[in-house]
């Protein structure tokens, strides 16, 4: 029996084999939870129904976070098959690609700067605030996912550093707004990972080879090992962890040069 036997859960966000969400997801299947998943428009519906039936899984829905009556409808849609909700799995993120290359300040609009925040950061408390009712008394876990990008300015990825700056503080206020109903909210800061989501930014494969040579494991993280953590962070071995950002990027975020023998220019 894994871990999170009994949990339902329900994950936002899958989109590919290859995505984060779907890392954790098959991590929370294999410990035991019941999955309910989003889809965010009809192109994503029939790949998003295959993964639900994988994991066992016939609770899907549609779910655009840009529109409240969606949101709403899903939890309702979801309280016809489940009397509660143990987790909320917030996956999501988007900029507009043509924010996502070359100098910030330039390319920075306040639509694009607006839509950022919108999709990484507001819709998380929006999910929360849909959701509560049915995560009263559960002891549950909100979890979201951040990146190095929110502390520090890295090429070409721009908007989205301060969308997920914004998300970082909501999970702080998010953790002390449900902390006394017992709910913990927590996110996980991965390193980078080849998704779909991430060949929007520009020069990533060079970041993402960058990495894996500063990195103290000297190498780059994979979905599984986020969805391991993920795991953990939403059952109740973490049930002491609330308002946390759990690096899971092979320590780069604790590295100031890396290695200088991989880096013969700075000898």
């Not at 779907?22 to 929370?28: D, E, H, L, Q």
């Not at 129904?49 to 976070?65: G, T």
């Not at 990008?149 to 998010?174: F, T």
Request: hydrophobic letters at 40%.
């Amino acid at each position: 029996m894994g871990f999170l036997a009994g949990k339902r859960i329900l994950v936002l966000g899958v989109a590919s084999k290859l995505s984060i969400a779907s890392g954790i997801a098959a991590a929370m299947h294999r410990e035991g939870a019941q999955l309910a998943l989003t889809y965010q428009n009809d192109k994503l519906k029939d790949r998003v129904l295959k993964f639900a039936k994988s994991w066992d899984s016939h609770l899907v829905f549609p779910c655009d976070v840009t529109n409240d009556q969606q949101i709403q409808d899903l939890f309702s849609g979801l309280s016809d098959s489940w009397d509660g909700l143990d987790g909320i799995v917030h996956c999501l993120a988007y900029a507009p690609a043509h924010e996502l290359e070359g100098n910030y300040v330039d390319v920075t609009t306040r639509e694009g700067f607006l839509t950022a925040h919108e999709i990484s950061s507001y819709s998380f408390v929006a999910l929360a605030q849909a959701g509560k009712a049915m995560m009263e008394g559960r002891n549950g876990s909100l979890l979201t996912l951040s990146y190095l990008g929110a502390m520090r300015s890295l090429p070409n990825y721009n908007v989205m550093g301060l969308a997920k700056a914004s998300l970082e503080a909501n999970v702080r206020y998010m953790a002390s707004s449900l902390g006394p109903t017992g709910t913990r909210v927590n996110a996980i800061s991965a390193g980078p990972i080849r998704t779909l989501a991430a060949s929007g930014i520009k020069s990533f494969r060079k970041m993402l080879q960058y990495n894996a040579q500063q990195t103290p494991l000297r190498r780059n993280v994979t979905i599984d090992e986020v969805g391991n953590a993920a795991a953990f962070l939403c059952s109740d071995l973490a049930s002491g962890i609330s308002g946390e950002i759990l690096y899971v990027d092979g320590g780069f975020n604790t590295t100031a040069m890396g290695s200088l023998e991989e880096n013969p220019g700075a000898a």
